[in-house]
């Protein structure tokens, strides 16, 4: 369907039962490569959205889409990033997830890891009312993650699309009306 990822499905079926992207939105994609998910929101977002990705390694251009090269987690990057977007973001969204090691529980233990350097991303650069999604794995270390953002947002609630895997331990975590400061 001419979507650079897979994953892109992840997100319109979460988008399709959340509505979390609508027109004119200032959107945040933290590990945007290969761009599927920055597709999507440029997509849903216009007109006059602005969809803002950032990722280690090059993303090819993406109409509606703006790619910063460089690392979310550098010191500067909320800056870049607030600057690039006009603004304070409306969504952070994070399918990243650390690099397979076929031990389960390290692999959970990253990309945990991952997911709570994005909220805290997100939270210096979301307008109050703003939501977060963010890839977790299942097994059992994702309570710190949950209690800070049910302190932060009004609502947090677990999504397993339908396009991930039924065998896959991957889910997302949506928190909406982020409550600032």
Do not use: N
Not at 23 to 44: E, H, I, K, Y
Not at 51 to 65: F, K, Q, R
Request: charged share 25%; proline share 6%.
């Amino acid at each position: 369907m001419g979507y650079r990822s897979r994953a892109a499905f992840k997100l319109i079926q979460l988008d399709d039962k959340l509505k979390l992207l609508t027109p004119g939105a200032r959107v945040v994609d933290l590990g945007a490569a290969p761009g599927g998910w920055s597709q999507v929101a440029a997509a849903r977002c216009a007109p006059g959205g602005t969809v803002v990705g950032i990722d280690l390694l090059p993303v090819e251009p993406i109409a509606g889409a703006v790619f910063l090269e460089g690392d979310f987690l550098a010191e500067d990057a909320p800056v870049r990033l607030e600057a690039a977007l006009g603004g304070p973001a409306d969504v952070v969204l994070s399918d990243m997830a650390a690099p397979a090691t076929g031990h389960a529980k390290t692999d959970h233990l990253r990309t945990m890891a991952l997911a709570e350097a994005a909220l805290e991303f997100a939270e210096a650069v979301l307008a109050p009312g703003g939501a977060f999604v963010a890839k977790v794995l299942q097994g059992g270390s994702e309570r710190a993650l949950l209690e800070r953002l049910k302190r932060g947002f009004a609502k947090v609630r677990h999504v397993k699309p339908p396009a991930s895997r039924k065998e896959s331990a991957e889910l997302y975590v949506v928190a909406t009306g982020f409550k600032g400061g």
